[in-house]
C-alpha cells in the first residue's frame, strides 16, 4: 500500500482523525478543501448530512487511533470493489444524474438562504439610516418629535438584542444607506452590542443608543467641510470643528434627552489619559456610557476616516488601538471591544492557513475568534460563493491580515473590500447557522 492507498469507509464509522477525500465539485460542500484531517463532531455531522454513503479515506495521513475498526473499512472498501466491478444495475446510469441534480439544488437553497440572511440586514441598515436623515432634518423645527423618533429607532434594536442570546455582527454590502448617517447609525450599533457585552440593562442601553445616534448632531449646524478633522486644518477651522460636541449637548437638551443620555454625548470626545476634549477628563471622571461611546466612535473614524484612502482595515484598526493608542481607553472596555469583534472584526482581509485569500463578512459577538468568510476560489463566481463558517471547520484558520493592495488583482476583484465599513446585527442561534451556512 503506497501513501496515498485509500480505503472506502461507511460514514457512519468516519471518526475524529481520519484523514479523508472527498470525490465532489467544490459547490457540493461547504469545506475550503477536498481533502483534510477530520477535526470535531460538526464536521462528522456535515458530511453526513451530504447525503453519501461512503467517503474514501487515507490510512497513512490518519491518526492510528482513528482506524481501530479497520476491519470494518476494509470490508466497507472490498464492498465497493465488487460493486464496482458487476454489471450495472437496471436504472443505476439514471440515479447518478440526479444525485448530482440533488446536490446543486441544495447548494443552491443555501445559496439563497444565505442571501437572504445577509440582504436582510442590509435592508434594515437601510431603514435605520432613513429613520435617522428623518430625525436629523426635524431636529431644528420639532426637538420634542425628533427626540421621538430617535426613541423608537433605538428601542427596536434594544429589544431585539434583548431578546437575542447572541448577535452576529454582520458586514454590510458597500455603498448601502443614507451616507450622511452611516456613521451615527454605524456607532450606535456597535455602542449597542458593546453596552449588553459589558451587562447594561434595558434602560441603560436605551440610553447608550440615544447618545450614541445623536452624538454628533451638533455638526448640523458646521459648514459641512468643518464636519471632520483633516491634516492641515487650520487652528480656527479646528476650534470649530471641536464646537460640535457643546453644540450637540445643547441641542440634545432642546430635544429634551435625559441628563444620563447628555452627559455620554458630552464625553463622546474625552479620553482615559486626559487627552481629549471639550474638558480633558480622564479615568474615572467620566461614565461608563461616554467611555464605550468614546472608544467605538474612536473605531468607526480609524476605518471611515474623511478620505476613504486614508482608512485602516478593521483589523488594522484593532491593532492600531491595542499597540499604540491603548492609554486613550479604559483597558476593561478596549478589551471588552477587542473580544467583541474578534482579532479580525468583519471587513478584515485575510489569507489562511491553507493559503487562500478571504474578507470575513460576520462574527459570533460572543465566539468571536471563528469568524465567517468569503473565500477566493477562481472556479466558482463569486456570486455563488458560499460563506465559510470557520467554527465548523477547525483545522482552517486565519494565518494573517492583509491590506487589501496585497492581493492579487484577481482576489481583489473578487473579495472586493468594502472601502466604508458598515456594521448591522442579527440573531445568532444554533440552527440557523446549520441551516444558513452548513
Same mark, same amino acid.
Given at each position: 500500500?503506497?501513501?496515498?492507498?485509500?480505503?472506502?469507509?461507511?460514514?457512519?464509522?468516519?471518526?475524529?482523525?481520519?484523514?479523508?477525500?472527498?470525490?465532489?465539485?467544490?459547490?457540493?460542500?461547504?469545506?475550503?478543501?477536498?481533502?483534510?484531517?477530520?477535526?470535531?463532531?460538526?464536521?462528522?455531522?456535515?458530511?453526513?448530512?451530504?447525503?453519501?454513503?461512503?467517503?474514501?479515506?487515507?490510512?497513512?495521513?490518519?491518526?492510528?487511533?482513528?482506524?481501530?475498526?479497520?476491519?470494518?473499512?476494509?470490508?466497507?472498501?472490498?464492498?465497493?470493489?465488487?460493486?464496482?466491478?458487476?454489471?450495472?444495475?437496471?436504472?443505476?446510469?439514471?440515479?447518478?444524474?440526479?444525485?448530482?441534480?440533488?446536490?446543486?439544488?441544495?447548494?443552491?437553497?443555501?445559496?439563497?438562504?444565505?442571501?437572504?440572511?445577509?440582504?436582510?440586514?442590509? %435592508? %434594515?441598515?437601510?431603514?435605520?439610516?432613513?429613520?435617522?436623515?428623518?430625525?436629523?432634518?426635524?431636529?431644528?423645527?420639532?426637538?420634542?418629535?425628533?427626540?421621538?423618533?430617535?426613541?423608537?429607532?433605538?428601542?427596536?434594536?434594544?429589544?431585539?438584542?434583548?431578546?437575542?442570546?447572541?448577535?452576529?455582527?454582520?458586514?454590510?454590502?458597500?455603498?448601502?444607506?443614507?451616507?450622511?448617517?452611516?456613521?451615527?447609525?454605524?456607532?450606535?450599533?456597535?455602542?449597542?452590542?458593546?453596552?449588553?457585552?459589558?451587562?447594561?440593562?434595558?434602560?441603560?442601553?436605551?440610553?447608550?443608543?440615544?447618545?450614541?445616534?445623536?452624538?454628533?448632531?451638533?455638526?448640523?449646524?458646521?459648514?459641512?467641510?468643518?464636519?471632520?478633522?483633516? @491634516?492641515?486644518?487650520?487652528?480656527?477651522?479646528?476650534?470649530?470643528?471641536?464646537?460640535?460636541?457643546?453644540?450637540?449637548?445643547?441641542?440634545?437638551?432642546?430635544?429634551?434627552?435625559?441628563?444620563?443620555?447628555?452627559?455620554?454625548?458630552?464625553?463622546?470626545?474625552?479620553?482615559?489619559?486626559?487627552?481629549?476634549? @471639550?474638558?480633558?477628563?480622564?479615568?474615572?471622571?467620566?461614565?461608563?456610557?461616554?467611555?464605550?461611546?468614546?472608544?467605538?466612535?474612536?473605531?468607526?473614524?480609524?476605518?471611515?476616516?474623511? %478620505?476613504?484612502?486614508?482608512?485602516?482595515?478593521?483589523?488594522?484598526?484593532?491593532?492600531?488601538?491595542?499597540?499604540?493608542?491603548?492609554?486613550?481607553?479604559?483597558?476593561?472596555?478596549?478589551?471588552?471591544?477587542?473580544?467583541?469583534?474578534?482579532?479580525?472584526?468583519?471587513?478584515?482581509?485575510?489569507?489562511?492557513?491553507?493559503?487562500?485569500?478571504?474578507?470575513?463578512?460576520?462574527?459570533?459577538?460572543?465566539?468571536?475568534?471563528?469568524?465567517?468568510?468569503?473565500?477566493?476560489?477562481?472556479?466558482?463566481?463569486?456570486?455563488?460563493?458560499?460563506?465559510?463558517?470557520?467554527?465548523?471547520?477547525?483545522?482552517?484558520?486565519?494565518?494573517?491580515?492583509?491590506?487589501?493592495?496585497?492581493?492579487?488583482?484577481?482576489?481583489?476583484?473578487?473579495?472586493? @473590500?468594502?472601502?466604508?465599513?458598515?456594521?448591522?446585527?442579527?440573531?445568532?442561534?444554533?440552527?440557523?447557522?446549520?441551516?444558513?451556512?452548513?
Amino acid at each position: 500500500m503506497n501513501d496515498e492507498s485509500s480505503l472506502l469507509v461507511d460514514v457512519r464509522q468516519l471518526r475524529i482523525g481520519m484523514y479523508i477525500v472527498l470525490d465532489l465539485g467544490w459547490l457540493s460542500h461547504p469545506f475550503p478543501v477536498n481533502r483534510f484531517r477530520i477535526a470535531s463532531e460538526t464536521q462528522i455531522e456535515i458530511l453526513r448530512d451530504l447525503g453519501l454513503e461512503q467517503v474514501r479515506c487515507i490510512p497513512s495521513l490518519s491518526d492510528e487511533q482513528a482506524l481501530e475498526p479497520a476491519d470494518a473499512a476494509a470490508r466497507s472498501d472490498a464492498a465497493g470493489e465488487r460493486a464496482a466491478e458487476a454489471p450495472a444495475a437496471p436504472g443505476a446510469q439514471a440515479q447518478a444524474p440526479a444525485a448530482g441534480a440533488a446536490d446543486i439544488d441544495a447548494v443552491d437553497q443555501r445559496l439563497q438562504r444565505q442571501r437572504d440572511w445577509l440582504e436582510a440586514c442590509d %435592508r %434594515r441598515f437601510i431603514v435605520a439610516t432613513r429613520a435617522y436623515r428623518k430625525l436629523a432634518d426635524s431636529i431644528q423645527g420639532s426637538p420634542a418629535q425628533a427626540r421621538i423618533e430617535s426613541e423608537v429607532l433605538v428601542g427596536d434594536c434594544v429589544q431585539e438584542l434583548m431578546h437575542n442570546n447572541e448577535s452576529v455582527i454582520v458586514l454590510l454590502s458597500e455603498g448601502i444607506g443614507d451616507r450622511q448617517a452611516l456613521h451615527p447609525v454605524n456607532v450606535m450599533v456597535l455602542s449597542l452590542l458593546m453596552g449588553k457585552a459589558q451587562g447594561m440593562g434595558t434602560q441603560a442601553l436605551q440610553d447608550l443608543g440615544m447618545a450614541a445616534l445623536l452624538h454628533d448632531i451638533g455638526k448640523l449646524r458646521l459648514p459641512v467641510p468643518l464636519a471632520l478633522p483633516f @491634516p492641515g486644518m487650520q487652528p480656527a477651522d479646528f476650534e470649530r470643528y471641536r464646537s460640535h460636541v457643546g453644540e450637540s449637548v445643547v441641542m440634545g437638551k432642546g430635544m429634551g434627552l435625559s441628563s444620563t443620555v447628555l452627559l455620554a454625548m458630552a464625553q463622546h470626545h474625552e479620553m482615559h489619559d486626559g487627552s481629549g476634549f @471639550p474638558l480633558r477628563l480622564r479615568g474615572e471622571e467620566l461614565c461608563m456610557a461616554g467611555r464605550i461611546l468614546a472608544l467605538v466612535n474612536h473605531y468607526e473614524r480609524l476605518c471611515n476616516p474623511a %478620505r476613504a484612502a486614508q482608512g485602516l482595515t478593521p483589523h488594522e484598526a484593532l491593532s492600531t488601538m491595542y499597540a499604540q493608542q491603548k492609554s486613550l481607553f479604559d483597558p476593561m472596555v478596549l478589551g471588552l471591544f477587542i473580544r467583541m469583534m474578534g482579532v479580525y472584526p468583519p471587513g478584515s482581509v485575510v489569507q489562511l492557513v491553507n493559503d487562500r485569500y478571504a474578507l470575513v463578512v460576520s462574527v459570533n459577538s460572543s465566539r468571536p475568534l471563528r469568524p465567517r468568510v468569503i473565500v477566493y476560489d477562481p472556479r466558482v463566481p463569486r456570486e455563488s460563493a458560499l460563506v465559510l463558517d470557520l467554527e465548523t471547520c477547525p483545522e482552517i484558520g486565519v494565518r494573517r491580515s492583509l491590506r487589501p493592495s496585497q492581493l492579487p488583482r484577481e482576489a481583489l476583484e473578487y473579495l472586493s @473590500p468594502r472601502q466604508r465599513i458598515c456594521y448591522f446585527f442579527e440573531r445568532a442561534i444554533d440552527a440557523e447557522r446549520a441551516e444558513v451556512f452548513a
